[in-house]
């Protein structure tokens, strides 16, 4: 089904890897419109209770823009961001389950964009983020100008754009850029620990708080509020909660089923 990347399925734990080693997981039109249907599959199997996206081997992430074939397409700028890139950056903001960026090597350009969208980033100590874009005349895109000053504030989002500058996974994780920096050897173990607490987690109730969260930005207090009411109204019904509140009052472990 995919040419691009590889899918799996494993005990709840979904895994996109980008597989286009040889232009360091470049994003083409194809390799972004397979991201978008994996999401997508993920987001409608009810056992995936956790995604991790990550690039094959330990070079890169995702180098970007495939710009060869973005301008052999014939199509601009534009038309490629709306067709495109925006379908693949919503898929991963609305899929009401937890998102985590395995950052296995550099991250440039869209690429940076595409993990930043990531509910998690977890990165080797080794590797770097880069929004490139201004090197070749370019602003950020793929949801880049959303996410980076709700990470870092403004000043320094505006610095980071500015300059495309590679930040280092340590520097990133002290300003809040991403999630955690681990050293080479323990970015696995890393990510199963942190997949392995998803999988067990109430699912139901991590995705409301994503897409709740996602509106907090551009909200007000009294709609956030309404937010709240309606979503822990419907949480209050899941087998989780029912499981989650008798487990506390009898003082055992809750075994969330993510329904």
């Known amino acids: 089904m995919y040419q691009h990347l590889l899918f799996e399925n494993t005990n709840g734990v ?41 690039g094959e081997g330990d070079k890169a992430f995702c180098s970007g823009a495939d710009l060869k074939e973005t301008a052999g397409s014939g199509k601009g700028a534009g038309e490629i961001l709306r067709e495109y ?3 693949m950056i919503q898929a991963i903001r609305t899929i ?30 080794d590797t770097y983020l880069s929004l490139l874009f201004v090197q070749i005349g370019l602003m950020p895109d793929a949801g880049a100008t959303f996410f980076l000053p709700r990470l870092v504030g403004i000043a320094r989002a505006f610095e ?17 850029l991403i999630s955690r920096s681990v ?7 890393a990510i199963e620990q942190t997949a392995a607490y ?32 309606e979503n822990q109204e419907r949480l209050f019904k899941t087998y989780d909660a ?8 009898q003082k055992k472990s809750p075994d969330f089923q993510g329904r």
């Open 183 to 189: 050293p080479a050897d323990k970015l696995d173990a």
């Open 14 to 54: 979904a895994r996109i890897t980008l597989n286009r080693p040889q232009v360091y997981h470049a994003l083409s039109p194809a390799l972004i419109s397979e991201i978008t249907v994996a999401i997508k599959a993920a987001e409608n199997d009810e056992s995936v209770r956790v995604l991790i996206i990550t």
């Open 160 to 176: 980071i754009a500015s300059t495309g500058r590679k930040i280092y996974a340590p520097e990133a994780a002290s300003i809040g």
């Open 96 to 125: 009401p389950k937890p998102v985590i960026c395995r950052l296995n090597g550099l991250a440039v350009g869209a690429g940076c964009s595409l993990a930043l969208a990531c509910d998690l980033v977890i990165a080797r100590e």
């Open 242 to 249: 029912q499981e989650g509140i008798a487990s506390f009052l």
């Open 198 to 229: 998803y999988r067990n987690a109430p699912t139901k109730a991590i995705g409301a708080m994503k897409l709740v969260m996602n509106e907090s930005f551009q909200s007000d207090l009294a709609k956030m509020q309404q937010h709240e009411l």
């Open 85 to 87: 890139y925006n379908p």
